[in-house]
């Protein structure tokens, strides 16, 4: 039988929702009462790694703000 651990929140998270993508970095996991539902949550940062826009190709980018963005799974 193979066997491996998981050693970050991050690594659990990528593994348990099948997400590939290595540029997004899970923090923290925890399950709140939304809509009298019990739902998970999950919160992550996507690392910006792109010199260029991807839609002018003009090749100044500001990184700045954030997000939050619902999943339904």
């Not at 993508?21 to 009462?33: L, V």
């Not at 539902?37 to 910006?48: C, D, E, S």
Request: with cysteine.
């Amino acid at each position: 039988m193979n066997s491996f651990t998981m050693n970050s929140i991050n690594d659990y998270t990528h593994f348990a929702l099948d997400i590939k993508d290595e540029n997004i970095i899970f923090t923290a996991y925890q399950e709140e009462i939304r809509g009298g539902r019990r739902v998970k949550v999950y919160y992550g940062t996507l690392k910006a790694t792109a010199q260029r826009c991807s839609a002018c190709g003009f090749p100044t980018l500001v990184h700045n703000g954030s997000a939050h963005v619902s999943v339904p799974y």
